[in-house]
């Protein structure tokens, strides 16, 4: 059963990761309009690594309980400054993103909650 939720259940939370992260580097000009600062392209290379070291942190077992913390207040910030104004318009694909991003976030921080600061998922 440890396979099933800890190995397995860590690939399939990081790997989809390391996937929007590199949609982040491959869409940057169309993901740009999405972001509410100024800079919007360099905002989306930065979170698109931030993403992807988060994967990895993930995946290997790395600082993952830092990684999870960090994950989890970006997903709430992008739920917060994207997500949320549309859902509030009524877009019912804002609403949708809007609690996608918030149940990662808080899958973030149990995977988090899992990891002290030096082991490796054990408790």
């Given at each position: 059963m440890d396979l099933l939720t800890n190995k397995a259940g860590r690939y399939l939370y990081g790997v989809p990761f390391a996937i929007f992260g590199l949609f982040h580097f491959l869409n940057a000009g169309a993901m740009?309009?999405?972001?509410?600062?100024?800079?919007?392209?360099?905002?989306?290379?930065?979170?698109?690594?931030?993403?992807?070291?988060?994967?990895?942190?993930?995946?290997?077992?790395?600082?993952?309980?830092?990684?999870?913390?960090?994950?989890?207040?970006?997903?709430?910030?992008?739920?917060?400054?994207?997500?949320?104004?549309?859902?509030?318009?009524?877009?019912?694909?804002s609403t949708s993103n809007l609690l996608k991003d918030l149940a990662l976030a808080g899958a973030a921080w149990v995977v988090a909650g899992k990891y002290g600061e030096d082991t490796a998922g054990e408790e």
């Open positions: 740009s309009g999405m972001v509410p600062l100024p800079g919007g392209v360099f905002w989306v290379y930065l979170t698109g690594l931030a993403l992807l070291a988060a994967s990895v942190s993930i995946l290997i077992e790395v600082k993952t309980r830092l990684a999870g913390i960090l994950l989890g207040v970006m997903l709430i910030i992008f739920a917060l400054s994207i997500h949320l104004p549309g859902a509030i318009d009524g877009s019912q694909a």
